[in-house]
């Protein structure tokens, strides 16, 4: 079955910054992969995906992802990060089955300083 | 554009009442749409998926249920609240042709006393 971790329960860094937050997944084809952040009370929104092609992928809000296919992980970065990136961040695969079930980790915490 | 809405936005309950939560999504036709709860400091567990009206797959044996009355309406269901089913409860649509992309709503704050 797909599995998704992600490391990192909190992590707290200055405002600007450089950012990785980590995910490994374990799925056994090509995996679709997908970053959410979630702000405090509120849904998930759609950070970045990847398909297939350049393993480099650019989201919103100036994010980018890096999938290595030899290391399973698909970690997200962030070259300057601002007080507003303070969330919850999930990193999810795409699992088998019906319906295109998304599997998520449990999350990491973003806490910025000033 | 599409657009998801749930409602209520918070809602507080007692313990034994009954629950209905209601998800829909404007702007799109025969979506895929999934139930989730996320409880305090955890991730989301999915609740219940539905590829049609009338289709429900609940994903873990529980206290809720769930139905799809129409297209693009879904609601999320107790007879019996228990505590436990405190939590944040996320509606989610995936467009039908569209590969594992889910797009939430702004969810809802249950708590059940």
């Known amino acids: 079955a797909q599995s998704v971790t992600q490391p990192d329960i909190h992590i707290t860094v200055s405002e600007g910054a450089s950012l990785e937050l980590r995910c490994n997944y374990s799925?056994?084809?090509?995996?679709?992969l997908f970053w959410y952040v979630q702000s405090p009370g509120q849904g998930l929104q759609l950070l970045l995906k990847?398909?297939?092609?350049?393993?480099l992928v650019q989201g919103i809000k100036g994010f980018e992802a890096e999938f290595k296919r030899s290391q399973s992980s698909f970690n997200l970065r962030k070259p300057s990060v601002h007080w507003s990136d303070a969330a919850e961040y999930f990193c999810?695969?795409?699992?088998?089955?019906?319906?295109?079930?998304?599997?998520f980790g449990q999350g990491t915490r973003l806490t910025i300083n000033p | 554009s599409q657009t998801i809405h749930q409602w209520p936005a918070t809602l507080v309950q007692p313990v034994g009442s009954p629950l209905s939560l209601e998800c829909t999504v404007e702007?799109?036709?025969?979506?895929?749409l999934y139930w989730y709860r996320q409880a305090a400091g955890r991730g989301l567990q999915l609740l219940f998926y539905?590829?049609?009206?009338?289709?429900i797959s609940s994903e873990v044996p529980q206290n809720l249920s769930a139905s799809r009355p129409q297209d693009r309406q879904f609601i999320l269901s107790s007879k019996k609240l228990l505590l436990s089913d405190s939590g944040f409860y996320l509606c989610?649509?995936?467009?039908?042709?569209?590969?594992?992309?889910?797009?939430f709503g702004p969810g809802t704050r249950l708590t059940v006393t």
């Open positions: 990847y398909f297939s092609g350049d393993t």
């Open positions: 539905s590829v049609g009206i009338g289709q």
């Open positions: 989610a649509w995936r467009r039908g042709q569209a590969l594992y992309e889910q797009y």
């Open positions: 999810a695969v795409g699992g088998i089955g019906g319906a295109q079930k998304l599997v």
């Open positions: 799925y056994g084809a090509t995996p679709y």
């Open positions: 702007g799109t036709s025969n979506p895929n």
